[in-house]
Structures are given as structure tokens and as C-alpha cells.
């Protein structure tokens, strides 16, 4: 799994691997399934809707057509049955694409997630592999509640015998889920819903403060940082895009660069992505550090249906801008944050 943790932080001076044309986050999504299903006949996807209706979001356009209902299958709503159906098969020698209509309903399943999937490696000393990949949306969407808004980045990276990645642009998308296919152990692909018509520009290089972001973060720290240069603060974005494992030496040595640091994540504060980080930080470059650590997070309440309420239960622009700010001193502490951790 070294390979996900290569090149998390990439500068704006690096072009997309493929020139030949911008992909939305739906469409690399697409063609990694296609191409992958194409290469290797024991690749097969199933979930709700994924086959007849192409996906709730349309990540399985043309699948089932191309492939047949052998390996593209359209499950009952039933999450603890199609993913203890998908964990037997990775036994079994198959490689199982199992889709969430959003991460929140794997909750029904988390038994064979974490018991059956994670854990069979370990306990069967090497013998078992496990190469299965949970993919669907996770995190806020818009108005969508409660229910339909967790993030569970902290809750399956906190697991051994997992690996966790979050997605940001469509290259990180296509590259990211082609690999997770081809791993011999289960991989959860966290992807996020606001993302999958979008295409986006890369991360950037700073020298003052660093921030880390994954998933639809990565976007807000990026339009923070083109604010914050505007006040002559440059800031550096890393893209962690593996929850775990989490690539410590890139973000440590920007920190020992920058000598300040800013976490953002969309899930809760306590035990968070953030926190982890935090820890990595003053464990491992402590004495770098010229200000204390900002984390920024989601609040700590359940999702908000209201527009207004839920608009301050996530992370916006402006509370990177002012968490950056104080970590340069250019801002009153008592600043208060609507999703400060």
C-alpha cells in the first residue's frame, strides 16, 4: 500500500497524468471500474441500484451492459447481506467491489466490515487475504440530515487491517480505486457526493503554515490558501488522501518547514483525523512548531437538517482562513469559530 502514500502532497506545477481530457469525479470513477472489470474477469460490483438504474450516482454507468448481470449485481436493501456475500467471495479468491449508497449505511454491515474482513489476515496468520473494496459517498452532502451526513474517516481508520483512503480530485479518484482493486486486503474508499460532478485544479505549495485536508476539504483548503496569499500568507495544502495509513513523514516535514499547522476534517472533533495528526506532530516535530496546533472540524452535534444550521456544523472557508491566521499571529485568538474543534 506504499503506493498511496507517494506524492500525497502535489504541487500546482504538476500537470494530470492524462492530457487528453478533464474528467469529472464521476467519470474517472467510471472508467477505473470499466478498465479494472476489463483486466480482470474475478473483479465483479454489486449494491443497490448499481446495475438496471446505473448507480444512485451514476458511478456504474454502462457496467451492466458491458458486463452482464454475472458481474455487475443488483442486491435487495440489505447492506449486512450483500457485504457478508462480497467478504466470502474475497475467500474465495474474487475480487468484490461492494457499494454503499452512502457510508452511513454501512453501519448495517459493520460486522463483516471490521470482524470478517479486517481482522481475517491476522487471525489466520497470513493464510486468509481479503481483497475487497466498500466504496459509496461518505460525509455531508446538502440537506440530506443526520442520517445521511456522517463522516467515518476516524471510524474506519481507527481499525486495523484496513486500509481508508478519501479521494479528493478525479485523479486522485481514478488512480486511488484502480489500486484499491488490485490489493490483496480490504480497502473502505470514502468518496463524497458534492465531489462527483466536479473537476478541480491540484494542491499547492506554501512556506508559512500548513494545512491538511482530505476528500471535499481539500477544495476549501485551496480557496483559503489563495485568500490567505492575498494577505501575504503562503500556505501549503497537503491532500492526505489515505486515512490509513496516514503519510506522517510529508506531513511532518512540511511542519518542520512551515512551522505552523492547521487540520481540517468534516467529522467530528473528538478522536478525529485531525486529532490523530496532532499527535504525529508533537510526537515527532514538536520543537519545529512556532504556534500551537488549530484543528478545524465539523461541530460536535449530529447533522442539522436546516440550511442555515447545517452550513455551521461543517468546516467553511473562513474558518481555515482565521484558524491560518492565528497560527501566523495575524489575528485575535478570541476569533470564535462556527466548527473549530
Not at 21 to 36: G, H, I, P, Y
Not at 42 to 51: A, D, L, Q, R, S
Not at 75 to 91: H, K, L, M, R, S
Amino acid at each position: 500500500m506504499n503506493q498511496f502514500l507517494l506524492g500525497s502532497r502535489v504541487f500546482a506545477s504538476r500537470s494530470f497524468s492524462s492530457a487528453a481530457k478533464e474528467m469529472t469525479v464521476r467519470d474517472a470513477l467510471n472508467s477505473a471500474l470499466d478498465e479494472e472489470m476489463s483486466a480482470d474477469p474475478k473483479v465483479f460490483i454489486m449494491g443497490e441500484e448499481v446495475g438496471e438504474y446505473q448507480g444512485a450516482y451514476k458511478i456504474t454507468k454502462g457496467l451492466l451492459d458491458k458486463y452482464g448481470p454475472e458481474r455487475v449485481l443488483d442486491t435487495p436493501i440489505t447492506e449486512a447481506g450483500f457485504a457478508g456475500i462480497g467478504v466470502g467471495a474475497a475467500y474465495h479468491g474474487l475480487k468484490p467491489i461492494i457499494e454503499f449508497m452512502t457510508f452511513n449505511f454501512s453501519m448495517q454491515a459493520i460486522d463483516h466490515i471490521i470482524n470478517s474482513a479486517a481482522k481475517s489476515n491476522y487471525m489466520s496468520a497470513g493464510q486468509i487475504s481479503v481483497p475487497i473494496v466498500f466504496r459509496g459517498p461518505n460525509g455531508a452532502a446538502a440537506g440530506v440530515g443526520a442520517q445521511h451526513s456522517q463522516c467515518y474517516a476516524a471510524w474506519y481508520g481507527a481499525c486495523p487491517g484496513l486500509k481508508v483512503l478519501a479521494p479528493y480530485s478525479s485523479e486522485d479518484a481514478r488512480g486511488l480505486l484502480k489500486a484499491a482493486i488490485r490489493d490483496p486486503d480490504p480497502v473502505v474508499f470514502l468518496e463524497n457526493e458534492l465531489l462527483y460532478g466536479e473537476s478541480f485544479p491540484i494542491e499547492r505549495e506554501g512556506k508559512d503554515v500548513t494545512i491538511t485536508a482530505f476528500s471535499k476539504m481539500v477544495g476549501y483548503a485551496l480557496k483559503a490558501a489563495e485568500i490567505l496569499a492575498k494577505e501575504g500568507i503562503s500556505a501549503e495544502v497537503i491532500n492526505l488522501r489515505s486515512i490509513r495509513p496516514l503519510d506522517r513523514p510529508t506531513i511532518n516535514a512540511s511542519v518542520r518547514k512551515t512551522n505552523r499547522l492547521v487540520t481540517v476534517e468534516e467529522g467530528f472533533p473528538q478522536h478525529g483525523v485531525g486529532a490523530e495528526i496532532c499527535a504525529s506532530v508533537v510526537e515527532e516535530s514538536f520543537e519545529y512548531l512556532d504556534a500551537p496546533v488549530e484543528r478545524i472540524s465539523g461541530a460536535d452535534v449530529p447533522m442539522p437538517y436546516a440550511a442555515n444550521l447545517e452550513r455551521m456544523a461543517v468546516p467553511q472557508i473562513e474558518d481555515i482562513v482565521r484558524a491560518a491566521k492565528r497560527a501566523c499571529y495575524r489575528a485575535a485568538k478570541s476569533v470564535p469559530l462556527a466548527a473549530a474543534a
